[in-house]
Each structure stands twice: as structure tokens, then as C-alpha cells.
């Protein structure tokens, strides 16, 4: 199955300034890549994905960036602000598998501080 | 509001019961998944249905079992419960098999005293 690593673990920034979550997986055939946020007592929400033809999308202040040769994809947000304080997760997986476990990351727990 | 609704919302119960969670997809949505969440702990996959077959399984405990109706609404049944089962199970929906975003509910919040 796919092993998914996520760093930092936790993060803290100030108001305004940026935020970078990276995700490492482990199978070569994923070809679609999420970031869902998680606040407190809510489910996980979809924010952003990419698919493997594309390097980099972005949607207002947030990016997803991906290198498929080194398996890993990030998360990026500028000018952060308070209500971007959630848990964060990846999600790597083979859309092209009838089969999938769908593994998560372990979560990056970012907090903005005002 | 995803679309996917978990029922119930919070349950308290005591070592060794059985309790059935029950999850409705989105209207459209083939698959489901459930995912275990515990205290600062990560999800974790238990299993996957897909238009009522199961497609899928995590390292879901014997003691649990799941299953997909052919309305397409799942259950998940927990029996022997013990303390450490206590945790939040989220049901979540994707409108084929691993076709991209997965919807989730709002999570079953069991305590198991």
C-alpha cells in the first residue's frame, strides 16, 4: 500500500505570513493529489487537488506545487490568516486502481496566530 | 454542508456492547469509505465499498464489520467494544471508484466508558 509522510507535523506562523505542508508518498502510479483541511469538530474538506499532468494549480492564496520524479507534492499558502488555523492532510492516490486504500498523512496542524 | 450524512452524531456506550453507525452518501455517489479518528491521531482507512461490493480494506479489526445496502447507504457495525475503540468514524463518499474527491460527513463521535 502507499506509505504517505507529511512535514511539519505542527506549524505556527504569524498573521500574513506564508505556510508550506510537504507530502512524501511512496507509489510511483499515483496520479492524483489532494490537500483537505480539517477544523475543529468537522469533517476533512477537500481545499485543493492536482493531477499528474500538472506541475502547479493555484486558487486565490493557496497552491499546490508536485514533482512526480521525487514523489512529493506540497501545500502552499500565503498572507495566512487566523480561520486557515486547521489540520491539514494529503491524500496520494492511483486513479487508475480499482482498488484503494486511500491512505491520509498524518496531519499538519497549522496555527495563525493574530 | 458535504452531502453525507452519519448518524447517529454521538454515542455513548459501555465495554463490550455492539453499536451500528450508519452513513448516506451523497445522492449520486457509488462509494464510501470509513475512516477512524483517534485522539491526535491521523485517519485511518477501514474499509471501502463500491455500488455494494466491497472494493477495499484497512487494518480493520475482526471485531468490526461494514456492508453497503443497495440504496447505497452503508453501516458499520462495532461488537466487543472496549476503551480503546472510543474515537470519531467518519464516512465519506466519492461519486465513482477513486475518482477524486471524496465528501465527508460530519463523523460519529463514540465513547466507549
Known amino acids: 500500500g502507499e506509505n504517505v509522510e507529511q512535514h511539519p507535523s505542527t506549524l505556527s506562523v504569524q498573521e500574513g505570513d506564508s505556510a508550506v505542508i510537504k507530502c512524501t508518498y511512496s507509489?510511483?502510479?499515483?496520479?492524483?493529489f489532494p490537500w483537505y483541511k480539517q477544523e475543529l469538530g468537522k469533517g476533512p474538506q477537500l481545499i485543493i487537488d492536482?493531477?499528474?499532468?500538472?506541475g502547479e494549480k493555484k486558487d486565490q492564496r493557496i497552491a499546490v506545487t508536485l514533482n512526480k520524479t521525487a514523489k512529493h507534492f506540497s501545500l502552499h499558502i500565503t498572507e495566512t490568516q487566523p480561520e486557515d488555523s486547521a489540520v491539514y492532510f494529503c491524500?496520494?492516490?492511483?486513479?487508475?486502481?480499482?482498488?484503494?486504500?486511500?491512505?491520509f498523512g498524518k496531519g499538519t496542524m497549522l496555527l495563525v496566530s493574530p | 454542508d458535504s452531502g453525507v450524512t452519519q448518524t447517529p452524531k454521538h454515542l455513548i456506550t459501555a465495554t463490550g456492547q455492539r453499536v451500528t453507525l450508519r452513513c448516506s452518501p451523497r445522492?449520486?455517489?457509488?462509494?464510501v469509505y470509513w475512516y477512524q479518528q483517534s485522539l491526535d491521531q491521523g485517519l485511518q482507512f477501514l474499509i471501502q465499498?463500491?455500488?455494494?461490493?466491497?472494493?477495499a480494506k484497512g487494518n480493520i479489526l475482526e471485531r468490526f464489520s461494514a456492508q453497503q445496502f443497495p440504496d447505497l447507504h452503508s453501516e458499520l457495525n462495532l461488537s466487543s467494544l472496549e476503551l480503546g475503540d472510543s474515537a470519531l468514524y467518519f464516512c465519506?463518499?466519492?461519486?465513482?471508484?477513486?475518482?477524486?474527491?471524496?465528501?465527508f460527513g460530519e463523523g460519529s463521535r463514540l465513547t466507549v466508558l
Open positions: 465499498y463500491y455500488n455494494g461490493e466491497e472494493r
Open positions: 507509489d510511483s502510479a499515483s496520479n492524483y
Open positions: 491524500a496520494p492516490f492511483d486513479g487508475n486502481s480499482g482498488y484503494s486504500t486511500l491512505t
Open positions: 492536482i493531477r499528474s499532468n500538472v
Open positions: 445522492s449520486g455517489d457509488l462509494s
Open positions: 465519506a463518499s466519492m461519486r465513482g471508484l477513486n475518482t477524486g474527491e471524496l465528501f
